[in-house]
């Protein structure tokens, strides 16, 4: 656990509880009320610079970061218990980001302007003011970085509420701008403070649906526009002609038990043609004995570290029943560290708690389908429209089944991590989401659109409209 100690979060090392990483101060709803109203004022300054100052100073940041990512990375490993690669490839991608949005700040963010036979207008991206992000742990720098340097480009002051589970990393990212944002810590009370005040005009949150709720709740009573990303239980649906070769099983044995499952978009429930059951557990048990290790994140060749806390640890053992298929190398102390032998869980009733639950646990479970309308539904079936993955040797009908799950984002014989483009946007349908981050739709976030229009008609020198000044429509 990360506890609070007179008004310091300690961070504990997940894969070595008896180390503290280090601490911040959590923030009292008073000094939540102070760092919105320095964050009011500075945005008012930011917002005059123009847009080109701006996005030199974000070049900047992103270049301090990049400068700082060895140390940056392993800080991040120590307070999450992510392995060390994954660390410098969340922090590496956040830095890509960063540069993505300053590439694509112009078009996004320049006002519009039009002046023709039916007048004058001009469209302005206004930035809102002060924005509250509220993240999770489980992927604290990139899942910031997706609010932060959007909002700042488009003249925004952001303040970051992160996880008390990892506080660490991004309040030392935060430090590398030159910018206005801040970071405040704490636990729901910080962020209420934050969501409530009534100074922030926007709300990006991200993580599950109980703080999902309570949040939008929260901004709802202000009417306060938010982002909502919240979690997932992604199928992944091989289909008959689907090859279990062994590079596409190592990369979704990867994408279940990266970061030990605790990813919104892993790959958390499998479904496999009845009749190949057996060969897809044999191929999948011999993918994870190539790319599986669970031992110290920051040790050579793991690639799964601990989960997050203790209670982590204790609900993912509850969902491992004693026939489970116990995958890979293990080198860990479980005594120690929050450590779970990350498993595969063959043929269970499709009702359980880890098929229709979101796990967030080094825990799969793997299912037999008869009919592709049967695997739909299954699929289908839940809250949570998140990701989702297609298998198939052919393109197209793996592009034709993909169109008919309800799933914000599908993959293509592959889920999540690998090669997902900066192109595309992302978010959840059914309760997953609302609002969209990466992409163009994620820059459309953090500006409202104003419209000042002088119609034809009533410009200087035009000739009044027949019908009076109440003639309707204009045009
Ligand atoms: P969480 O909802 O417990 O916490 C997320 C953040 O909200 C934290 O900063 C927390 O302190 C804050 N918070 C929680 N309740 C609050 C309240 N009542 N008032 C104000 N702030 C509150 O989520 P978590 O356990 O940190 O993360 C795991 C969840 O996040 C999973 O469900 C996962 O799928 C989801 N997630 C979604 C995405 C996505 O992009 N859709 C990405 C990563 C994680």
Redesign the pocket.
């Known amino acids: 656990m990360s506890s609070v100690m007179s008004g310091f979060i300690e961070r504990e090392n997940p894969a070595l509880f008896s180390e503290i990483v280090g601490s911040v101060a959590a923030a009292s709803p008073e000094a939540v009320d102070k760092v919105v109203r320095w964050a009011d004022a500075e945005q008012r300054i930011w917002a005059t610079r123009p847009l080109p100052d701006r996005l030199v100073a974000l070049t900047r940041a992103s270049a301090a970061i990049e400068n700082a990512i060895e140390d940056l990375a392993e800080l991040l490993a120590r307070e999450s218990g992510k392995v060390l690669g994954d660390c410098r490839g969340e922090i590496g991608f956040a830095v890509r980001y960063l540069r993505w949005v300053v590439e694509h700040a112009t078009m996004a963010y320049a006002d519009r302007e039009v002046d023709d036979e039916l007048g004058r207008i001009v469209e302005q991206r206004r930035p809102f003011g002060v924005v509250a992000a ?6 604290p720098i990139i ?1 910031s970085m997706l609010k932060i340097a959007p909002a700042l480009a488009a003249g925004n002051a952001i303040v970051v ?4 589970l990892a506080p660490l990393t991004i309040d030392r990212i935060a430090g590398l701008f030159d910018a206005p944002i801040r970071v405040v810590h704490g ?2 009370e910080t ?2 403070a934050l ?1 409530g005040h009534e100074l922030v005009r926007k709300v990006a ?4 649906a ?3 709720r ?2 939008a709740a929260l901004a709802g009573d202000r009417l306060t526009p938010t982002v909502m ?4 239980n992604d199928p992944a649906v091989f289909l008959d002609d689907a090859p279990f070769a062994g590079d596409a099983m190592d990369r979704l044995v990867m994408a279940s038990f990266a970061t030990s499952g605790q990813v ?1 978009m892993a790959a958390k429930r499998l479904y496999v043609p009845l009749a190949r059951l057996d060969e897809f557990v044999s191929a999948y048990r011999s993918a994870a004995g190539r790319v599986l290790k669970t031992g110290h994140p920051l040790s050579a060749g793991v690639t799964m570290g601990p989960v997050i806390s203790a209670a982590a640890q204790r609900a993912a053992r509850a969902l491992i029943p004693p026939d489970a298929v116990l995958l890979g190398a293990f080198d860990a102390d479980p005594s120690t560290g929050y450590f779970v032998h990350p498993a595969l869980v063959v043929a269970p009733d499709p009702s359980s708690p880890v098929v229709v639950e ?1 796990q ?1 646990a080094p825990v799969v479970p793997v299912l037999g389908y008869e009919s592709e309308e049967q695997v739909l539904t299954w699929a289908n079936a839940g809250d949570l429209g ?1 990701g989702a993955s297609v298998w198939s040797a052919d393109e197209e009908r793996a592009f034709a089944f993909a169109r008919r799950f309800e799933a914000g984002f599908t993959f293509v014989n592959t889920h999540n991590r690998t090669g997902m483009s900066l192109r595309a946007p992302f978010g ?1 349908v059914k309760r ?2 609302w609002g969209r ?1 990466y992409a163009g739709e994620g820059l459309a976030e953090y500006v409202q659109t104003c419209v000042i229009h002088a119609p034809a008609a009533f410009r200087p020198g035009a000739v009044a409209p027949s019908g009076g000044p109440s003639a309707y429509p204009p045009g």
Do not use: D, M, R
């Open positions: 509220i993240t999770p742990w489980n992927a899942l509420k992160p996880s008390p636990g729901t962020g209420a969501v949150f991200t993580g599950g109980a703080g999902g309570a949040v990303e919240l979690g997932g919104c979101e967030f998140l959840g997953s989401g981050e």
